[in-house]
């Protein structure tokens, strides 16, 4: 075994209960240099590290979530304990450091007990050992370690001999030899009720209280050593947060909050982003001759970048958000209070935070219904996630709330947040109805529970939350990074390409004086001759013949195949909307316009060339903001619902009954403001 | 009585959890075990789920799980 093992760099995963001081730890040890392994959904991602180079130990340090106990209930603990015993990539780890809460040793002992049993060679950090002496006891190190055999340390992150001790038990952990044999434990309600009562037995021979408060804590001793009442500002705070009155009010603000603060905090940053992509397009075109080259860089590729990068702000302000919620502690309360009504459709508390994950991006949303044990409730979950109107959306409605109230932002601001509330209303009653008919459609029946630690109320520590949200936000720029600028890069040939025939062919329905001259002429300085060249460019490229192909579906609508090829784009990426309307309107840029003014100026003029009949109007634009709420259009979603899922059969569903009724929606929508009277 | 018929403020010591309840198991993991002091700290706004604590900590728990806990008052 040890042999086998020799080639390999060692490896130490940190484990703990949630709440143990597991992270800060880590974050000590391994200073800033860390990468994130797996998927980051927002409770399986962990990240591996090795050791900052001054404590010169050379090995790898994984993090992984908290886990109360080594037996798994939900999906989610079943990845952190599969991945501990042995990780696909990481083997076996040489080192299993656990971190135990001082305050809480008779509940976070649970799970080092079974790591020694399991076999693992463990180090037991104990951390918080300051909260312990406010109550006013202390724990006995030394007897810890006479009884268990294994190191037992205290560290407290802000002491440097604390972590010195630390690094020298692992170095002599390391050196020595070792088998990697773990056996899974095994452990049933019997056995589950004697661990706890020999950890009771343990916990009254190693935490004695300190003699000058031994008077006022005598009480507390007498029936667990370690007191049974939490943190007493804590519950204070509840007292509020979890008010029939006030706890609700608490909790809707703070939702009204969050959606607020990625619109209005957002849109002068997002503003700003637009201006340096079109700034840098600009100085493309103007640089090089006019061509395919300088069009490919300007429209297709740095016109793509900018789509990306463009709502980036609100990825960032929606994971900080939601990191501040986190670490407060208020996340917690929030899947508490509304366990009950989300009960009743057939979810769960522990559906709150997927399903406002599904507001930054339904991926790693999808990846947190794993926290949810019952796997009808996980299914109905990530059922509904795509409606959820995620930040993809946000560039879309964007664009068409700026066509349909021009320069009225506050309203914009209102209608976005009624879209949004329309989302949630959606979302809830699919649910409610999928729940009705449960049998049939979702056929697993399972124990639904609600049980969950309510974290004590802290400060929010800034450096956690600005990681994590560097790492979600540039794992999106990632993920979606290549894709978009693919889709754009193929969406400019098929729009640029077959090179038009200087001399030939008519295109379709455009014979005017202007056409024809341009078709005389060639390129031409003239820019009113340039886009009419542009637009004869784009009548007979590729993207026409197929866009003409779908014309039909789109017509019912009030489109026409140029926004039907802009759908179709959006299956990579809804976002993808944005930056195709503006390759396949061909918006050149003029001096004195940024991308989207310019792209809001020739919808504005936009007309389907079959009946003269202006595109974009306040029943279509109304209508296309309802597809964009209902429709199933991202293939990255419905690839991670079949892996979660494991069939087909929940994503196309989803395609069929979201994308069936976003077109059914708008079609209602057009013609019902067109029968009265609104065009 | 179990936990589930406890009101806001009443303090009482675990005697057995019902096995054969679904969640027991869980339950049992998160340290409600006969002998531990309990408190009925706070109730949802729809008075459930409750906030119970337990061992030094708060434990949110729907009271179809917590009807499990049997519970004397004290």
């Given at each position: 075994m040890i042999s086998g093992q020799s080639e390999k760099r060692k490896l130490i995963t940190?484990?703990?209960?949630?709440?143990?001081?597991?992270?800060?730890l880590f974050n000590l040890l391994t200073g800033k240099k860390y990468k994130t392994v797996n998927y980051p959904g927002a409770t399986t991602e962990y990240s591996i590290s090795k050791f900052t180079d001054d404590h010169g130990i050379s090995c790898d340090l994984m993090d992984s979530p908290g886990i109360i106990s080594?037996?798994?209930?939900?999906?989610?603990?079943?990845?952190?304990?599969?991945?501990?015993?042995?990780?696909?990539?990481?083997?076996?780890?040489?080192?299993?450091?656990?971190?135990?809460?001082?305050?809480?040793?008779?509940?976070?002992?649970?799970?080092?007990?079974?790591?020694?049993?399991?076999?693992?060679?463990?180090?037991?950090?104990?951390?918080?050992?300051?909260?312990?002496?406010?109550?006013?006891?202390?724990?006995?190190?030394?007897?810890?370690?006479?009884?268990?055999?294994?190191?037992?340390?205290?560290?407290?992150?802000?002491?440097?001999?604390?972590?010195?001790?630390?690094?020298?038990?692992i170095n002599e952990y390391l050196d020595a030899d070792f088998e990697h044999t773990y056996k899974h434990v095994n452990y049933d309600e019997k056995k589950l009720l004697e661990t706890f009562e020999e950890i009771g037995r343990i916990e009254k021979s190693v935490i004695n209280?300190?003699?000058?408060?031994?008077?006022?804590?005598?009480?507390?001793?007498?029936?667990?050593?370690?007191g049974y009442l939490p943190d007493k500002m804590t519950i204070r705070i509840d007292k509020i947060m979890l008010h029939k009155i006030w706890g609700l009010f608490i909790f809707l603000i703070a939702m009204g909050g969050v959606f607020s603060a990625i619109f209005w905090l957002a849109a002068p940053l997002m503003e700003g982003v637009d201006h340096i992509f079109s700034h840098i397009s600009d100085f493309v075109t103007s640089n090089l001759a006019p061509g395919w080259i300088s069009d490919l860089l300007s429209n297709g590729i740095i016109g793509g970048l900018g789509a990306v990068?463009?709502?980036?702000?609100?990825?960032?302000?929606?994971?900080?958000?939601?990191?501040?919620?986190?670490?407060?502690?208020?996340?917690a309360r929030g899947a508490m209070l509304i366990d009950l009504p989300l009960s009743k459709i057939g979810l769960n508390g522990r559906s709150f935070v997927p399903m406002l994950s599904?507001?930054?991006?339904?991926?790693?949303?999808?990846?947190?219904?794993?926290?949810?044990?019952?796997?009808?409730?996980?299914?109905?979950?990530?059922?509904?996630?795509?409606?959820?109107?995620?930040?993809?959306?946000?560039?879309?409605?964007?664009?068409?709330?700026?066509?349909?109230?021009?320069?009225?932002?506050?309203?914009?601001?209102?209608?976005?947040?009624?879209?949004?509330?329309?989302?949630?209303?959606?979302?809830?009653?699919?649910a409610g109805i999928l729940n009705k008919y449960k049998s049939s459609i979702i056929k697993i029946e399972d124990n639904s529970s609600f049980i969950m630690e309510l974290p004590v109320?802290?400060?929010?520590?800034?450096?956690?939350?600005?990681?994590?949200?560097?790492?979600?936000?540039?794992?999106?720029?990632?993920?979606?990074?290549?894709?978009?600028?693919?889709?754009?890069?193929?969406?400019?040939?098929?729009?640029?390409?077959?090179?038009?025939?200087?001399?030939?062919?008519?295109?379709?329905?455009?014979?005017?004086?202007?056409?024809?001259?341009?078709?005389?002429?060639?390129?031409?300085e003239n820019s009113e001759n340039q886009q009419n060249s542009d637009y004869e460019r784009i009548s007979n490229s590729y993207a026409a013949r197929i866009g003409k192909f779908i014309e039909p579906i789109m017509l019912p609508l009030g489109l026409d195949w140029r926004v039907g090829v802009s759908l179709i784009t959006t299956f990579a990426a809804r976002e993808v909307f944005v930056s195709s309307l503006a390759l396949i309107f061909k918006i050149?840029?003029?001096?004195d316009e940024n991308i989207r003014e310019s792209l809001l100026n020739s919808m504005k003029d936009a007309r389907i060339s079959s009946t003269g009949e202006k595109i974009f109007t306040t029943s279509t634009v109304i209508g296309l903001i309802f597809f964009f709420a209902l429709a199933m259009q991202c293939i990255s979603t419905l690839a991670i619902t079949k892996k979660e899922t494991g069939g087909w059969k929940l994503p196309l569903l989803q395609v069929i009954v979201y994308t069936g009724s976003a077109y059914l929606v708008m079609f209602l929508i057009v013609n019902a403001l067109r029968f009265i009277g609104v065009n | 009585m179990t936990i589930a018929d406890l009101e806001t403020g009443d303090k009482a010591i675990i005697i057995k959890v019902n096995l054969n309840h679904p969640s027991s198991y869980r339950i049992?993991?998160?340290?409600?075990?006969?002998?531990?002091?309990?408190?009925?700290?706070?109730?949802?706004?729809?008075?459930?789920?409750?906030?119970v604590s337990l061992r030094g900590t708060l434990i949110a728990i729907r009271k179809n799980d917590a009807k499990c806990i049997e519970v004397e008052k004290n």
């Open positions: 940190l484990l703990g209960p949630p709440n143990s001081g597991k992270t800060t080594l037996i798994p209930s939900s999906p989610d603990e079943k990845i952190t304990i599969d991945n501990l015993y042995e990780h696909p990539e990481y083997g076996k780890p040489d080192v299993v450091i656990v971190t135990i809460d001082a305050s809480q040793f008779s509940r976070h002992f649970l799970l080092a007990k079974q790591l020694l049993e399991s076999g693992f060679k463990i180090i037991i950090a104990i951390t918080m050992n300051d909260i312990l002496a406010e109550k006013g006891f202390y724990i006995e190190i030394a007897e810890l370690k006479r009884i268990l055999n294994t190191s037992v340390l205290k560290v407290d992150p802000r002491k440097k001999d604390d972590i010195g001790i630390l690094l020298k038990n209280f300190k003699i000058d408060k031994a008077n006022k804590h005598l009480e507390e001793l007498n029936t667990s050593v370690s990068m463009v709502f980036l702000p609100q990825i960032i302000i929606l994971f900080v958000i939601l990191g501040l919620l986190e670490d407060t502690g208020y996340l599904g507001f930054a991006c339904a991926i790693p949303a999808v990846l947190a219904a794993r926290t949810i044990q019952n796997k009808r409730e996980r299914y109905l979950t990530i059922f509904i996630i795509p409606l959820m109107s995620c930040s993809a959306r946000l560039p879309v409605y964007g664009l068409l709330l700026a066509f349909l109230l021009p320069g009225q932002f506050i309203l914009s601001g209102f209608v976005l947040s009624l879209i949004y509330l329309f989302g949630v209303i959606t979302s809830l009653t699919v109320y802290r400060i929010p520590r800034f450096s956690n939350i600005f990681k994590h949200t560097y790492e979600n936000s540039w794992e999106y720029v990632k993920k979606a990074g290549p894709i978009i600028i693919l889709f754009s890069i193929l969406l400019w040939f098929l729009t640029y390409f077959p090179e038009p025939d200087k001399y030939g062919y008519t295109n379709a329905g455009k014979t005017d004086n202007s056409v024809l001259k341009s078709k005389v002429t060639g390129f031409d050149s840029d003029s001096e | 049992l993991e998160y340290g409600f075990t006969p002998g531990q002091n309990i408190e009925i700290v706070n109730k949802s706004i729809f008075n459930d789920p409750i906030a």
